[in-house]
């Protein structure tokens, strides 16, 4: 019975799948296929659409290796204030990205500055740090995010596929 429910429920959400992927124009549906967006199923289910519109849908591309893990047991070097932000907010937010990118990096002060907002400036705001080994990379992150290379446009929908 359980397995019942888990095939009903794993048709409605490709159903649905499918229903969104119809609303899409020919050039997104494709776009979105050549980057690699989606699961195998949802490939297969895009490459459908794709084909009922007369479309010959992209091969599925193989994903990118994952970035190598950093080791916590190596030293990397002394931490390193590597960027200051008055709002601990924003030097959280490129801490994500440099963490994302597979730096280590922490925030400094952030509840300090958090609690007691007039400190900020006496304190010099939150301070990003990363190990010595890798202040170069982080500065070309913070730098791409400045560029707004990690902005998202006015129409991104979280909820697109």
Do not use: K
Not at 148 to 155: H, K, P, R, V
């Amino acid at each position: 019975m359980a397995t019942d429910n888990a095939n009903d429920s794993s048709h409605g959400e490709a159903a649905e799948l499918g229903a969104r992927l119809a609303m899409l124009s020919d050039e997104e549906l494709l776009r979105r296929c050549a980057a690699g967006f989606f699961s195998e199923e949802a490939h297969a289910i895009a490459t459908a659409e794709l084909r009922g519109r007369g479309i010959q849908a992209p091969e599925l591309s193989q994903p990118e290796p994952p970035q190598e893990s950093v080791d916590p047991e190596v030293y990397h070097g002394d931490m390193v204030t590597i960027a200051r932000r008055f709002t601990p907010t924003d030097a959280q937010m490129l801490c994500g990205c440099l963490e994302a990118a597979g730096i280590p990096a922490t925030v400094a002060d952030a509840a300090l500055v958090q609690a007691n907002m007039l400190w900020s400036i006496a304190l010099g705001g939150a301070s990003l740090r990363v190990p010595q080994a890798f202040v170069e990379q982080a500065n070309e992150v913070i730098a791409a995010f400045e560029r707004g290379e990690f902005s998202l446009d006015e129409d991104f929908d979280p909820n697109t596929p």
